[in-house]
């Protein structure tokens, strides 16, 4: 019973922390810190060691995209959207690929943890497309609908299926979020 009230109250803080941040609101880090708290435990609970340790990344994040958000860009306030180059894309997507497979590989022989490729994969493509967030990458919306897509798979063989819908539903959020910043982006 504790397990799934924590599970809901975790989505509910997770949307939160999206729909916030598709319209820029800095409170929307607050509403990450916690769902983030919540879903180490959870995540640690039916054995996705990786997804565990991205949310406790995700709670540092959390207070630096904070930080970043109030007091980065010029002069300090606050910052602009703005976009990669290709070669930037190519780079960032290497390293995830590269990074995946070396961490599913030492997951797949040292430990029994579920799924270890995808587990690695979304864990680190995660990492490298949070810091797109916290420095207003417009980009970062296409990476997490191809990571939060893959996830949906994961976490409904885990069985926390309103963790499931809450990335169903993100599939949905980050097209409305890539829009948004775009128009936001157009406007400068």
Not at 32 to 57: C, D, H, K, P, R
Not at 64 to 88: D, F, N, V
Not at 93 to 104: D, H, P, R, T
Not at 146 to 154: E, K, P
Request: charged share 10%; net charge neutral.
């Amino acid at each position: 019973m504790i397990f799934q009230t924590l599970e809901v109250l975790g989505v509910i803080l997770a949307i939160a922390y999206l729909v916030l941040a598709t319209k820029e609101i800095i409170w929307c880090w607050l509403c990450a810190f916690v769902s983030s708290s919540i879903y180490v435990y959870l995540f640690w609970q039916v054995g996705l060691v990786m997804e565990s340790m991205l949310n406790v990344f995700y709670i540092f994040m959390a207070v630096a995209g904070w930080l970043h958000w109030q007091y980065g860009g010029s002069e300090h306030h606050g910052l602009k959207i703005k976009t990669l180059k290709a070669w930037q894309h190519v780079l960032i997507v290497s390293l995830i690929l590269l990074l995946a497979w070396f961490n599913g590989w030492v997951m797949q022989t040292y430990t029994a943890a579920a799924w270890p490729y995808i587990d690695s994969f979304t864990t680190w493509a995660s990492v490298l497309t949070t810091f797109m967030v916290i420095y207003k990458i417009l980009e970062n919306w296409l990476y997490w609908f191809v990571i939060d897509g893959i996830s949906i798979y994961l976490y409904l063989d885990r069985g926390l299926y309103l963790t499931a819908l809450l990335f169903l539903a993100y599939v949905g959020i980050v097209i409305f979020g890539f829009i948004s910043w775009r128009r936001t982006m157009l406007k400068y």
